[in-house]
Each structure stands twice: as C-alpha cells, then as structure tokens.
T-cell receptor
Framework: GDSVTQMEGPVTLSEEACLTI???????????LFWYVQYPGEGLQLLLK?????DKGSNKGFEATYRKETTSFHLEKGSVQVSDSAVYFC???????????FGKGTRLHILP | NAGVMQNPRHLVRRRGQEARLRCSPV?????VYWYRQLPEEGLKFMVY????????ESGMPKERFSAEFPKEGPSILRIQQVVRGDSAAYFC???????????FGEGSRLTVL
C-alpha cells in the first residue's frame, strides 16, 4: 500500500541554521504531497503542498519540490527560527481512496 | 473562529468504560477524517466519513470502535470498554471535498487509567 517515510527525529539546530527534513514515498499512480506542521498542544496545519511532478510548494520560508524520479519531497528552509520548533509531518494523498497517509513525524528543536 | 472543534479536549476513563469524542467540522465541510496519534508515533488513519456514510474504515479496529457522522450534529468517535492501549490523542480533520486540504482540530486526549 501507499506509505511515507521521513527522517527520524529529533532534529536539533541553532537559530539561522539550514534545515532539511527528508521524506520519501511509495504510491501507485500520481499522489499529491503535503507537509503539515504541529505546534505544541495544537492540531496539524497545512504548511505546503505539491500536486504534480516538479511542482515546488512554499510557505513561511519553507520549500519542498515534488521529485518523481526519486519519489521524494524533502522539506528545506535556509534559515530557521526558534518559532519553527514543532513536529513536521510529510503526507500523501493517492486519490484512489481519498485518504491522506502521514509519515511518523520529525520533531524539530531550534536553539536560540 | 469557524475551525474544526473537538471536545472534550481531555478525557479520563477507567478500563471498561466508554469514551465518546465529538468533532464539529468546518462549516460547509462534508468530509470528516479521524486519526489517532500515539506518543512518539505518527498519525494513523482510522476512518473517513461523509454525511451519514462511512467511506473508509480500514484503519479502525474491528471491535469496540465505531464512528458516525449524522445528517445533523457532530461526528462521533465511540470507543467501548476502553483499555490502557487506547490512551492517545485523537484528531479529527475535515475537508470541503475529497483529497482537499485537511483542517485539523486541536485533538482529544484520552487517558485510560
């Protein structure tokens, strides 16, 4: 079945460091890909998405590019802030069964 | 705020009791999803409902768990005869259509003593 694999956390970085959180997927067909963010004590919020190959999603300085050839959707940010500390979930929707499959999440700690 | 509303936010039950979790989707959304998040684990899909219909319940345990989304009123996730392993955060999400952006509630945290 469809699945999402993302790097294990926690990831700890200093403020202004460069961030990459890896995400790869397995899916039949042509899924849409998402990154969701969960701040402490809150529900998930959509951070960015891409619906077809080579699309780049971006929001709040974060970017991710839909790479069909490597089945990847890595999350990147050039300069992180303390306020970016959260859990980040990579997800896909295959369209076949109308549900979104999430990865296990990567906890990010940013130190001032 | 017309976001997804879940209640209760925190629920404590003893083994064998029933837990009932409610979810009011974003106004105008007719698609509701329930996910379970265990400590240090990701979100596990449980069930996808549209008004009065269960579309996909492949992630829901066959026993003790049930869900509904009636024509009027909130979606309900019901867990009968709770066990300690049911302790988790249960998140509800809604969307306007299938495969649309999911809007999540803040979750209901169930603790089974």
């Amino acid at each position: 079945g469809d699945s999402v694999t993302q790097m294990e956390g926690p990831v700890t970085l200093s403020e202004e460091a460069c961030l990459t959180i890896n995400c790869t997927y397995t899916a039949t067909g042509y899924p849409s890909l998402f990154w969701y963010v969960q701040y402490p004590g809150e529900g998930l919020q959509l951070l960015l998405k891409a619906t077809k190959a080579d699309d780049k999603g971006s929001n709040k300085g974060f970017e991710a590019t839909y790479r069909k050839e490597t089945t990847s959707f890595h999350l990147e940010k050039g300069s992180v802030q303390v306020s970016d500390s959260a859990v980040y979930f990579c997800a896909l929707s295959s369209g076949r069964d109308d549900k979104i499959i999430f990865g296990k999440g990567t906890r990010l700690h940013i130190l001032p | 705020n017309a976001g997804v509303m879940q209640n209760p936010r925190h629920l404590v039950r003893r083994r064998g009791q029933e837990a009932r979790l409610r979810c009011s989707p974003v106004k105008g959304h007719s698609h509701v999803y329930w996910y379970r998040q265990l400590p240090e684990e990701g979100l596990k899909f449980m069930v996808y409902l549209q008004k009065e219909n269960i579309i996909d319940e492949s992630g829901m345990p066959k026993e003790r768990f049930s869900a509904e989304f009636p024509k009027e009123g909130p979606s309900i996730l019901r867990i009968q005869q709770v066990v300690r392993g049911d302790s988790a955060a249960y998140f509800c999400a809604s969307s306007f259509g299938p495969i649309g952006e999911l809007f999540f509630g803040e979750g209901s945290r169930l603790t089974v003593l």
